[in-house]
């Protein structure tokens, strides 16, 4: 799907490879942290074109989830600036950049324990006069197992469930680009391939995604393009495939 | 069989939780009393009704009020110790509503704006009553209600919200210096003394007969059931069936997924406040039409009795702190029999303790919240 050719090998792709055509998202050199002077990002280069799926790994405390919260207005921006779909959206706030058809699956607590399953697709749609039911419908057919428990109170799912009711909810406004915080974390791990399969799906389905995972094999395996983090840096970007094989990034952050 | 299982059962309480089966024998043991009381005649059936009906009514109150303070406690996450003042502040907007509009014209304006401080110009002079003026009653109701609402939306604009990211201890001490504010500039305004707002005049009562004697259900008791069980379902309907119900829920449940689900946290706070407030004016004016008298620490001696209903309840629970308001309101109603009438109000609050020993996060704790 990736239709931004790196250049070279692993090298010469330390640089951004952001392209001067139209990508979807363009993160570029961003400096970014939490509260007034907590920086965790320095100079942080990403796109995301349509329809691609492009996952960011890296050793803990990389600045991974960082990176991908700077996209969506959760954390203090302190330079560079963030495109999407043409549109500068550097430094705006969550409740406007929903609007603009980013969605954002949190790593936990991403669903609403009290309310019922389908009132949390319910709130997915919130910016809307209506609960769009053709969304409504195409999540159920997705996940199934949300229509049958419509009705039970989402704190009782099971992890995995509730990982598809957050996924779900985040679908409700079809939006072009999906964030995904580590959605494996906390699955059994029978649960982790099927959970990496409903991601393929919907991104087959046409929605980019840009994840953010500790299951770093796997993500590689799965998905169009990989960043590597280090330290708040960019370090590698490659097709998966080829990060995978890659002996500097096996050794480095691939455990070998 | 079932019988000896029962006693083990029994056994094993009593040999691993001696303070839970201390409980179970001291509630039988009242319960038996009670029982052979009636039995005997020692307690007449209609007295313990009457006390139960009482009960029923202060629980009414206090979980109408108690709504308003879960509400706000659920979704902003502090505790709002001026809550029991927005409640007298309701109620003499309210009451000075219904004072001018029944006695315009024929009593001195000031005495009636100020709520009659002045002993001649009482309620029960005027003629007050929900039978006698329904439209003056009925006017000073949804006063009541619109004039807490400004207030908690005033409040909340110039103290809490630039407090909002400080953290509840510093919204609770502040909120406890509104109160103060609050009440003693009602008391400056309206006088401290007490008044009485409606008698019997317009206030009719049937006696029914029950076993042995009769209970007495007044005009004013059956308003304040219409009243409160009325706006009970209404916010039961608002949360479960409407979107700012749902959204109100979603935000008590985790106010920064709200956030990134794109529900406007700040509009909704605010809609929490005009709720809230409206029904803690009502709740403010219903107590006064049932009590019959008004002063200007009505509210906030009501307040423990509220806030041991709500963290009764589970705190955060609309559901608990009818529930919780009910529990307290009948407990210390009927505690009569037993105890002194002084110590009604400690009953109330020893059953709040029992209750929170046998489940420390409330009645209805993690059940729709809101």
Sequence with gaps: MSDAEPAGGVEASRESGITEGEHLLTVRDVDAGYGEDLQILTSVNMFVDEGEYVTIVGPNGAGKSTAMKSVFGLTTHMGGNIVFDGQDITGLAPEDIIHLGIGYVPQSDNVFPSLSVRENLEMGAYILEEVPQDALEAVYDRFPILEEREEQRAGTLSGGQQQMLAMGRALMLDPDLLLLDEPSAGLAPDLVDEMFDRIDVINDDGTAILMVEQNAKEALRRCDRGYVLAQGENRYMDDGQRLLEDEEVRQQFLGG | ?370
């Design chain 2, 1 to 370: 069989m079932g019988v000896r299982d029962t006693v083990n059962r029994g056994r094993i309480v009593a040999i691993e939780r001696p303070d839970v089966f201390l409980v179970w024998v001291l509630g039988a043991a009242l319960v038996v009393d009670l029982l052979w009381g009636l039995a005997t005649g020692g307690i007449a059936f209609s007295t313990l009704a009457s006390n139960v009906w009482d009960g029923i009514m202060r629980g009414l109150v206090i979980g109408l009020a108690g709504i308003g303070l879960s509400m706000t406690y659920s979704i902003l996450n502090f505790a709002n110790f001026a809550h029991g003042d927005y409640i007298t502040a309701g109620a003499f907007a309210g009451w000075s509503v219904t004072y001018l509009i029944t006695g315009f014209g024929e009593y001195d304006l000031g005495a009636l704006v100020l709520v009659g401080p002045k002993s001649n110009v009482t309620g029960t002079i005027i003629g007050i009553g929900v039978v006698s003026t329904p439209l003056a009653v009925l006017a000073g109701l949804l006063v009541a209600g619109a004039a807490t609402i400004a207030l908690a939306l005033l409040v909340d604009r110039y103290v809490y919200r630039p407090l909002r990211d400080e953290g509840g201890i510093t919204l609770l001490i502040t909120s406890i210096g509104v109160a103060f504010a609050l009440r003693y500039l009602i008391a400056f305004v309206f006088d401290s003394s007490t008044r009485t707002t409606a008698g019997t005049t317009g206030n009719p009562a049937v006696r029914l007969n029950f076993v042995d004697g009769t209970v007495r259900v007044s005009s004013h008791d059956v308003t304040l059931v219409v009243v409160s069980v009325g706006l009970m379902l209404g916010v039961h309907y608002l949360l479960q069936r409407t979107k700012l119900g749902k959204a109100m829920r979603a935000m008590a449940d985790n106010e920064d997924l709200a956030r990134v689900t794109g529900i406007p946290t700040e509009r909704v706070v605010r809609s929490t406040w005009i709720i809230g407030g409206g029904l803690t004016g009502f709740a403010g004016f219903m107590l006064v039409l049932w009590k019959e008298t008004i002063r200007f620490n009505d509210g906030w001696l009501l307040l423990l009795l509220i806030f041991a209903a709500v963290i009764m309840g589970g705190i955060g629970s609309i559901y608990g702190a009818i529930a919780g308001g009910l529990i307290i309101g009948i407990v210390a109603s009927t505690s009569v029999i037993w105890v002194p009438s002084g110590l009604t109000e400690a009953t109330a609050f020893l059953v709040m303790i029992l209750v929170l020993l046998f489940r420390p996060e409330g009645i209805f704790s993690g059940r729709s919240t809101a």
